[in-house]
């Protein structure tokens, strides 16, 4: 069964971190390009952060370069967002997305909600006082 699943969000204060898991299965995970995407209520989804399949290519959005890396483990066929020095306008629901043969910054751009091949169901992120 091919899918994405997202987990590790959750409400923490400004300033503090947290990591999300992107797990994927049922495809060649080393082969796609996997992005973190993101979208707050009544906002468009943005791209956060893509990372090719052999992790040496990486693409930040400025909004979250400096706080926010990414990695993945081909092994575990899971992709990694570290977030540090959280605001509040980080708020969103987080999104991963796959797709074979395109580039990090690329998939990181694409606005199209059908450019990827797949897409996880979301993790809410809340930043609050």
């Known amino acids: 069964q091919l899918q994405l699943v997202e987990s590790g969000g959750g409400l923490v204060q400004p300033g503090e971190s947290l990591t999300l898991s992107c797990a994927a299965s049922?495809?060649?995970?080393?082969?796609?390009?996997i992005g973190w995407f993101r979208q707050a209520p009544g906002k468009g989804r943005e791209g956060l952060s893509c990372?090719?399949?052999?992790?040496?290519?990486?693409h930040y959005a400025d909004s979250v370069k400096g706080r926010f890396t990414v990695s993945r483990d081909n092994a575990q066929n899971t992709v990694y967002l570290q977030m540090n020095r959280l605001r509040p306008e980080d708020t969103a629901i987080y999104y991963c997305?796959?797709?074979?043969?395109?580039?990090?910054?690329?998939?990181?751009?694409?606005?199209?909600?059908?450019?990827?091949?797949?897409w996880g169901q979301g993790t809410q992120v809340t930043v609050s006082s």
């Open positions: 990372i090719s399949g052999s992790g040496m290519s990486l």
């Open positions: 997305a796959a797709r074979k043969d395109v580039g990090p910054y690329r998939l990181c751009s694409s606005i199209d909600p059908d450019y990827p091949d797949y």
């Open positions: 049922g495809f060649n995970f080393a082969s796609h390009t």
